[in-house]
C-alpha cells in the first residue's frame, strides 16, 4: 500500500462522503425553516447535540489560542462556525434548496482555490485551473437559470449563499495552515457556536419548538450530528489528504447531489440546463480534485507494456 502522503483515496473517498452528507443536508435545512420550526429553531437543534458530543474533545485539546495561530482559529470561527451556520441557514429562508446548492458549494471552490494560492502558496496545475473552470461554467449554467427564473426578492438568499461559501473557503485555508486535527477543529467550531448562540435563542429569538411536530424536530436533531459532526469531520480528513483547495472542489459535486436527492425526496426534476450544469461541474471536480489524473494514472500502472 502507498504512504498515507502519497496515497490520496483516502482523501477523495472522504470527500466524496461529505458532499453526500451536505447535499442530504441542504434539503434537510430547507425543510426545517419552510415548516413549523423558525430558524433559530433550526439553527439550535443543529448545533446542540454536536456540541454536547464534542464538547470534551475541546476540554481535553483546548481552544488553540496562545500557540502560534491565533489569526487562523479566529477565521475558522467565523468561517465554520456561528457567523456561517447563521447567514446559511436564513438564506435557505429565503431560496430553494436547488439555489443553494449552485450558489454556496458552487462558488466554496472557486474562493478556497484563490485563497490556497494567496495564503499557502499552493500551486494550480493546468489540470486544476481547467477542472475550476468547468466548474465555473456548471455551476455559473445552474445559478445562472435560476436567477431567471426566481420570483422577486430570492437574490437576498443567493447573496447569503455567496458570502457562506466564501466564509468556508476561508474555514478550510485557516484550517489547513493551523494544523488543527479534524475532531479537533469540528469540537472547536461547534462548541463555539453553541455557547454563543444558545443563551441568545433561549433568552431572547422566537421559537416554535413546543409546537412543532416531533418527527420535525428528530430530522433536525439526526441531521445534526450526520451532516453536522460526521460531514465536518469527513471535511477535515480530505483537506488533511488533499490539501485546501482540492478539497473544497469536492464541494462543487453538491449541485449534482442534490438534485439527484430531490427527484425521490422532493420529487424536483431538474432541467435539461441544470443536467448540463451538472455533468460539467462533476467533470470539473474530477480534474480539480485530481481523481482523474490519478485513476488514469492505475489505468496506466495497470496496461500491460
Not at 470527500?15 to 433559530?40: D, E, K, N, P
Request: overall charge positive; proline content about 6%.
Amino acid at each position: 500500500m502507498l504512504p498515507t502522503e502519497t496515497n490520496p483515496l483516502p482523501g477523495l473517498l472522504a470527500g466524496f462522503a461529505t458532499v453526500v452528507l451536505w447535499a442530504a443536508g441542504l434539503a434537510l435545512t430547507r425543510f426545517g425553516v419552510v415548516g413549523s420550526l423558525t430558524v433559530w429553531d433550526v439553527m439550535f437543534l443543529r448545533m446542540c447535540i454536536p456540541a454536547l458530543l464534542l464538547w470534551p474533545i475541546l476540554l481535553r485539546q483546548g481552544i488553540g489560542f496562545g500557540r502560534g495561530h491565533d489569526g487562523s482559529v479566529v477565521v475558522m470561527l467565523i468561517g465554520a462556525g456561528l457567523p456561517f451556520i447563521t447567514l446559511s441557514t436564513i438564506g435557505f429562508s429565503l431560496a430553494p434548496v436547488a439555489h443553494a446548492g449552485a450558489f454556496m458549494p458552487g462558488t466554496m471552490p472557486l474562493f478556497a482555490a484563490l485563497l490556497s494560492w494567496l495564503v499557502l502558496g499552493e500551486k494550480l496545475s493546468r489540470d486544476r485551473l481547467a477542472g475550476f473552470g468547468l466548474i465555473l461554467l456548471g455551476a455559473g449554467a445552474i445559478a445562472g437559470y435560476h436567477i431567471l427564473h426566481s420570483e422577486h426578492g430570492v437574490w437576498r438568499g443567493h447573496l447569503l449563499f455567496v458570502c457562506s461559501g466564501f466564509m468556508w473557503a476561508s474555514f478550510t485555508v485557516a484550517m489547513r495552515r493551523s494544523g488543527f486535527g479534524a475532531w479537533h477543529a469540528t469540537a472547536l467550531i461547534y462548541c463555539s457556536a453553541a455557547l454563543l448562540f444558545a443563551p441568545v435563542y433561549l433568552v431572547a429569538l422566537p421559537s416554535n419548538l413546543a409546537n412543532a411536530p416531533p418527527f420535525e424536530i428528530i430530522v433536525q436533531l439526526l441531521q445534526s450530528v450526520l451532516t453536522g459532526v460526521l460531514s465536518l469531520y469527513l471535511f477535515g480528513l480530505a483537506v488533511g489528504r488533499l490539501g485546501a483547495g482540492r478539497a473544497a472542489a469536492f464541494a462543487a459535486l453538491t449541485p449534482v447531489i442534490a438534485a439527484l436527492l430531490g427527484i425521490p425526496l422532493l420529487h424536483e426534476w431538474p432541467e435539461p440546463i441544470t443536467w448540463a450544469g451538472i455533468l460539467l461541474v462533476a467533470s470539473g471536480v474530477a480534474l480539480a480534485s485530481g481523481a482523474a489524473a490519478m485513476l488514469l494514472q492505475r489505468h496506466r500502472m495497470k496496461a500491460p507494456l
